[in-house]
């Protein structure tokens, strides 16, 4: 279990921020497509520009009508109607892309939303409503898509969040993302030969429309008497707007995505933040359970085993085709 959890942070340790762009040349071979969830805006809509941009189809999820006609307006994108917790929607969604013919290369679940509610007085409504869209969301998209990228030995990202490592207030939204890291390793393991690639991508804290769609949401179950907020979270959701004005755009985000969908041989997983201090939160965060799990177990590991055992995967990283 303990060289489990090493992998996993060495993982996570050795993935670099930036990313070299990969031009697609459009040699008249078949476009490969992607299905992008959660396409209108921030994260998911640079995601679907990207990729747009860089030879592939895309085929751009979203729930509004402007947002749909907006994508589909959009060089090498397709929208569709797609709510991940709709099941007629994703069905739906795949007899579309049957349609259209050219098969499916790579999914990229990105549609997420987050926790407005206290873990110990919010209802339960709100665990419900967060797990249906950010842990069963990609758990019903790869199970309705797999048989596409089974053909096509595609690849299949999540949108998690260095929130998966770190444990915030915000738990609803933090437990979520802890249970897409377990996902992605499990959904690797299970599907391991069958040529499809598993990855996540942990984004930082970057210009998005999710903290401010959070926000909104959680000022108005405040109003409407669904949630109590204290005066200074009153206070930190009605300026979210402000700060995310100032915040870095998920360009970063993209890269990595377009490197997972391209890159030879993808890594599991990509750390992508904003600055040095998220990261080295992240990584810090991911170092402390580990030195927890370990502490007083009678079958612990000294510090010069830890050490040995770091070193080992270190370079057994260093030699990893990616899965």
Known sequence: M?????????TVVC???????????????AQKAVLVTGASSGIGLKI????????????AGARKAADLERLDAMENVSSIR???????EIDAAVEFVKDQGRGLFGVVNNAGVGSISSLATGPESDMDFIFGVNVYGPYRINKAFLPFLDESDGRTTTIGSVSGFIARKAGIYSMSKFAVEAYTDSLALEIDG????????????????FAVSQAARALAAADKGDIELTAEERTRYEGV?????????????ADAVL??????????????????RQAQAAITAAMR????????????????????????????????TGD
């Open 2 to 10: 303990i060289r489990f959890l090493m992998l996993a942070f060495v």
């Open 15 to 29: 993935a670099p921020t930036f990313f070299p762009l990969v031009v697609l040349a459009d040699d008249g071979a």
């Open 48 to 59: 679907t520009e990207k990729l747009a941009s860089n030879g592939f189809h895309v085929y």
């Open 82 to 88: 797609l709510d991940v917790t709709v099941q007629e």
């Open 194 to 209: 069958n040529g499809v690639h598993v990855s996540i991508v942990e984004p930082g804290t970057f210009k998005s429309g």
């Open 241 to 253: 707007r402000v700060r995310n004005a100032t915040r870095k755009e998920p360009d970063e985000v």
């Open 259 to 276: 490197d997972l969908m391209t890159a030879e041989n993808p890594k599991r997983r990509y750390m992508v933040t904003p600055n040095e």
């Open 289 to 320: 359970r580990l030195v927890q799990l370990n502490h007083d177990q009678p079958y612990n590991y000294d510090r010069e085993g830890l050490i040995a055992v770091l070193d080992e995967l270190l370079a057994e990283i260093s030699n990893d």
